[in-house]
C-alpha cells in the first residue's frame, strides 16, 4: 500500500506541492515569525515552494504578512533565500 504524501499550498503560487518540497514558516502565539524545518513547531504556519524567484516575489507582494498577520523581518527572507543556495 502506498503511503500517502501529505500535501500543502504554497502561498505565493497557489501550487499544491508536496511538503517536502515546501518550507514552512511559523508566527507563534507571542508574534515570533520562525522557519519552521521540522515543519512540527506550533503556530500559525504558511508554505513558500523551494524557488528563490517564489521567495523574492513573496516579500515583494507581503504575501506571507498577510496570511499570517504579522510584519516579517528582511532577516527571515534573507535565511529563506541563502538555505535555498
Do not use: H
Not at 521540522?38 to 508554505?47: D, P, Q, T, V
Not at 515583494?60 to 527572507?77: A, C, D, G, M, Q
Request: charged share 35%.
Amino acid at each position: 500500500m502506498n503511503k500517502k504524501i501529505p500535501m500543502r499550498t504554497c502561498v505565493v503560487t497557489r501550487e499544491s506541492l508536496p511538503k517536502k518540497e515546501l518550507i514552512r514558516i511559523v508566527r507563534d502565539k507571542d508574534g515570533n515569525v520562525v522557519i519552521d524545518e521540522s515543519g512540527k513547531l506550533n503556530g500559525r504556519g504558511a508554505y513558500l515552494k523551494k524557488d528563490i524567484d517564489v521567495i523574492k516575489k513573496c516579500q515583494k507582494s507581503k504575501i506571507l504578512e498577510r496570511t499570517l498577520n504579522v510584519s516579517i523581518p528582511e532577516s527571515i527572507y534573507e535565511e529563506l533565500i541563502n538555505m535555498l543556495k
